[in-house]
């Protein structure tokens, strides 16, 4: 991939506010057909990396290229050939569902012709295509996200932006939103996103960036970084004694001691469970696989960010 | 940091803002139309009914008027004020931070300037369209002299772009809708009341009509009564002037308070 143009190429990318450093001195770069996740607590500065991005926040330091084009002198040719997906379902109330997509296709210079093909289109990608003279108020939650996922393709873009685009829906309305990005990311649609759910960029997601406080700390693939971090099997014990605390600390494993429970990463063939399970598990223990979410507890803690 | 070149970011893009607000304001265009079409008829009736008959006529530029004929071309000034004034506060206030729509239409290729300069200029067409139905209305009871009554419709645009820029500024400082009250309350009332409205400047004592002479409705009220006369007097220029320094000076001004309110 080195000798591709990457279609994001940001070099220590700062971002103050009010003397609060968001941003500090991130480097990334994304290549054309990936998908890449950007994870971290709240604060990390995932938004405030991605405002850059879209050239809503202007950056106070470091450079940032987006198809090659310097974002600077070249804000407005970039936005035309990017879609964003905002945190919020910021479509305009005052106007119906199918109007929602044909004025915001105005935004981007598209002939009115043109605006009202691409937006009957993209409503039946959505499947909305019923809807489109009700207002968009009367929409339910994963309605009006699908609708913010349809109005950021309106300009056919060649890379997405979107800033958590399942917070907030059910169970069903995600999978529906998770179908439709597989399909643009399947006809190679470059998508940069941001997730609290470990889930959606497990399957989403060809690369990760794990960030907190504005710098990286971790990047890499989904599975490589579970297995780097987390390894393969994890045992939580619920419960401990003081005899496996201590067995525990004295035998070299990955893991976390916490007030009720400790949580054991191993490989595969470290049987731990087998090891734990006949001489501790008195008041029971958990065999998973390792996960994303383990990687992510264990890099950013496990204190609330508020 | 104020970039005063700020304006040079305004494209031509900046009239599909206007014509979103147009598209929104043509759903219920019906509503839109009939507060010029009524008011003029509400306040017709009042003053002149009710009230010439007690003041019969008006000193005005050595002459004297019906009092209908003196504050018709208040009424549309009054008009082209609120209209604008009105739209780039409270409406404009509510599209960028309850509806989230500028947030939204910075993620397109629009600057933060084509959307501020599509508000201000829309703000101005609300303005023309309301100034032409109440014009059509005051017509038809002879209180307008034609031709020059026409201009009363580019004056209705450079009042409208004059008072909503003003409108833009508040919209871009105050913390809360609430707050506009404060700025209807210290300048738009004391306008309606003392431009030259319902009464000539010159009743004032002198100080007050020094103060009168600062608002910028006082101008607009000159402008468009001596249109409305047919009656176009050299005091006329430097109101023209006085509206268009305005305008150029409040403009930019609505842009920077803008980005520093939304850019972060």
């Known amino acids: ?306 | 940091m104020i970039d005063l070149l700020q304006v040079r970011n305004i494209s031509r893009r900046f009239s599909r803002v206007w014509n979103r607000n147009l598209v929104v304001y043509r759903k219920i265009w019906l509503v839109n139309f009939l507060v010029p079409l009524l008011e003029p008829l509400l306040y017709l009736t009042a003053f002149g009914v009710g009230l010439s008959a007690l003041i019969g006529q008006v000193p005005y530029e050595g002459k004297e008027l019906p009092y209908v004929v003196f504050i018709a071309p208040a009424l549309l000034s009054i008009t082209m004020m609120y209209n604008a004034f009105f739209e780039n506060t409270y409406a404009s206030f509510v599209r960028m931070y309850y509806q989230k729509t500028f947030d939204a239409m910075m993620a397109t290729p629009l600057s933060l300037e084509d959307i501020i300069a599509g508000e201000i200029v829309w703000g101005a067409t609300k303005s023309v369209i309301a100034t032409a139905i109440m014009l059509l209305v005051v017509s038809l009871f002879g209180l307008i002299e034609y031709p020059q009554g026409l201009l009363i419709l580019p004056l209705s645009f450079l009042g409208g772009l004059a008072f909503g820029a003003t409108g833009m500024v508040f919209t871009g400082i105050v913390p809360s809708i609430d707050m506009f009250n404060l700025p209807i309350f210290l300048l738009i009332t004391p306008m309606f009341l003392f431009s030259g409205t319902f009464f000539p400047i010159d009743t004032l004592p002198d100080w007050a009509q020094s103060i009168s002479h600062v608002l910028p409705l006082t101008h607009l009220v000159n402008l468009c009564r001596g249109l409305a006369l047919g009656e176009l007097h050299a005091g006329m220029i430097l109101s023209v002037i006085y509206l268009l320094l305005l305008t150029v000076i409040v403009f930019p001004i609505a842009l920077v308070v803008m980005r520093r309110r939304l850019i972060k």
């Open chain 1, 1 to 306: 991939m080195a000798d591709t143009v990457p279609i994001i190429d940001a070099k220590n990318l700062r971002k103050v506010f009010n003397g609060t450093t968001a941003v500090d001195g991130l480097s990334f770069q994304l290549f054309p057909g990936e998908c890449l996740g950007l994870l971290g607590p709240n604060g990390a500065g995932k938004t405030s990396t991605i405002r850059m991005v879209y050239a809503f926040s202007p950056m106070n330091g470091g450079s940032l290229k987006v198809f090659g084009i310097d974002i600077k002198t070249g804000w407005r040719e970039i936005k035309a050939r990017i879609g964003v997906c905002q945190q919020e379902n910021n479509l305009d109330p005052d106007l119906s569902v199918l109007q929602n997509l044909e004025l915001f296709a105005r935004y981007y210079d598209i002939t009115k012709k043109d605006a009202k093909d691409r937006a009957r289109q993209l409503l039946q990608f959505i499947a909305l295509e019923h809807r489109s003279e009700d207002k968009v108020t009367s929409l339910s939650g994963g309605m009006m996200r699908r609708l913010v996922l349809a109005r950021a393709l309106i300009n056919n873009p060649e890379m997405l932006v979107l800033d958590e685009p399942t917070t907030g829906l059910d169970p069903q309305s995600r999978h529906q939103v998770w179908e439709r990005l597989e399909l643009l990311r399947a006809n190679g649609l470059s998508i940069l996103l941001t997730t609290h759910y470990m889930d959606e960029a497990y399957r989403l997601c060809d690369r990760l960036i794990i960030m907190d406080h504005g710098k990286i700390l971790v990047e890499g693939e989904p599975v490589d970084l579970i297995r780097r971090y987390a390894g393969e099997q994890v045992v939580e014990i619920v419960n401990p004694g003081p005899e496996v605390r201590e067995f525990i600390q004295t035998s070299g494993y990955m893991h976390d001691m916490l007030d009720h429970r400790i949580i054991l990463y191993g490989r595969e063939d470290d049987n731990l469970f087998e090891l734990i399970g006949e001489k501790f598990c008195t008041e029971g223990c958990i065999k998973r696989m390792a996960t994303l979410e383990d990687v992510f507890l264990r890099l950013t803690g496990r204190e609330l960010r508020e």
